[in-house]
């Protein structure tokens, strides 16, 4: 079984030296390669956060806040990244958080498409968001053997979110995670300036209009009325969920059910007994509310809460060793967002693997030098750094 951090060994004697200027090789040269490569809007949408993006920034300072400590005369010539969810084996622990409208990062505007062949030729978990350009049914049809999941935005309209569910099982995702923290969008200051949102709107819908349930709605056929149709997906996107609705979301599947946005303890334990199969610590990479805490650092308390109950993470991960800290503190698996949709900007489905390939690379050569040949040994290995730490004694 290779290794991830075989890519180095590539790149140095492999006589892949040309792939090094094609594609950067870490987070700061791929956002500013990113930042020519995009339209103005599309860069506003895709790199901006609520506010004065604080709390987007300290998503990623805040893993300065902890640091893994070296075990030496381990000799981890051999390392399993290999993760188990939910009884299913996923080849790594990381894997692409959902990026509504996706497909306008793409050159050829395809871009739920070809991150799903990068994600499957990865083998990296996808999560599909349910605002893609092209549909779930087609998206699925490039999947490898890696489970893919479905991400819903709960529609107002509870049959409509019960079909978006069912064809999701029916074509083959194996997981549903539901996200709560974005019923209505948060104050986007990049956004509002660049105006590009209402556009961005009509680019996404594909899981909509495609939709049995949701055409019924419409008066007159999508094709012949796209206004209108946009308009009812106005009306019926966003529900603000609350307790008494989890009853009914655990109805909807017997798919692991996953709750996306929780990042207080209370409601990770409140969650899990209502009935969810995971938790998924996020802040949205800072894009819905500002002010708040880095989401790594609420990390530990809702690990903590959740028990034996996975927790995926996401929000600022811009690295190796960011995924592996996150590991460390607890995490069952680990998302990135900006970076990969940065990747399928500069270089389409071959800069998804790109900046996949070198953020697994970095995270298996971590474990490597740092005496941790599977996930479990890194379990606890990360403590707060200096001035707050005790380091061991
Ligand atoms: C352009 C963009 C669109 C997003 N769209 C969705 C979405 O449709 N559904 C969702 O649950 N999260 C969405 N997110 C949030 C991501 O799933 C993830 O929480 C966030 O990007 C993680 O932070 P990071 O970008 O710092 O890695 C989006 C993020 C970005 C950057
Ligand atoms: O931009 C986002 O983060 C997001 O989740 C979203 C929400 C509504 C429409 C498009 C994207």
Redo the contacts with the bound molecule.
């Keep these: 079984m290779p290794h991830f951090g075989d890519f180095q060994n590539e790149i140095y004697f492999g006589g892949l030296h040309g792939h090094i200027p094609k594609f950067p090789m870490c987070y700061r040269d791929l956002e500013a390669r990113a930042a020519q490569a995009m339209a103005p809007g599309v860069l506003s949408?895709?790199?901006?956060?609520c506010g004065d993006e604080r709390t987007?920034d300290l998503?990623?300072e805040a893993f300065n806040h902890w640091g893994v400590i070296p075990r030496m005369f381990v000799g981890a010539v051999k390392r399993d990244l290999s993760v188990n969810l939910f009884g299913m084996q996923l080849p790594s622990p990381l894997f692409l958080?959902?990026?509504?409208?996706?497909g306008i990062?793409d050159q050829d505007g395809h871009g739920d498409i070809a991150t799903a062949k990068a994600a499957a030729q990865s083998k990296v978990t996808m999560?599909s968001?349910?605002?893609m350009q092209d549909p779930m049914e087609r998206v699925a049809q490039e999947f490898g053997d890696t489970p893919n999941f479905f991400?819903l935005?709960t529609p107002t309209n509870r049959d409509l979110a019960a079909s978006l569910v069912s064809r999701a099982e029916a074509a083959g995702y194996k997981a549903i995670?539901v996200?709560l923290?974005?019923w209505v969008t948060g104050w986007r200051p990049r956004d509002l300036t660049t105006s590009n949102f209402p556009q961005l709107r009509g680019l996404?819908l594909a899981n909509y209009f495609s939709d049995p349930v949701f055409r019924k709605l419409l008066a007159r056929p999508v094709e012949e009325d796209p206004v209108a149709a946009v308009q009812m997906f106005g009306r019926v996107f966003g529900n603000p969920l609350t307790w008494e609705d989890l009853p009914w979301l655990r109805s909807l599947t017997k798919l692991p059910l996953i709750f996306?946005?929780i990042c207080h303890p209370d409601d990770a334990r409140r969650a899990i007994d209502g009935g969810a199969d995971g938790i998924?610590c996020?802040?949205?990479?800072?894009?819905?509310a500002n002010g708040g805490i880095a989401?790594i650092d609420m990390l530990p308390a809702v690990v903590k809460a959740s028990g034996n109950t996975p927790v995926l993470f996401?929000?600022?991960?811009?690295s190796g060793s960011d995924v592996a800290k996150a590991l460390a503190l607890g995490a069952a698996a680990v998302?990135?967002?900006?970076?990969?949709?940065y990747g399928l900007a500069i270089g389409g489905a071959a800069g998804v693997s790109h900046v996949i390939r070198c953020i697994l690379a970095e995270a298996d050569l971590l474990m490597a030098v740092n005496g941790f040949p599977t996930i479990a040994d890194l379990r606890g290995a990360a403590i707060p750094a200096p001035p707050w730490s005790r380091v061991p004694t």
Excluded: E, M
């Design positions: 949408y895709v790199a901006g956060g987007q998503n990623a958080a959902p990026v509504g409208v996706i990062c999560v968001s349910t605002l991400q935005y995670v996200t923290d974005t996404c996306k946005g998924y996020s802040n949205h990479g800072g894009r819905q989401a996401d929000s600022g991960v811009r998302g990135i967002g900006r970076p990969y949709a």
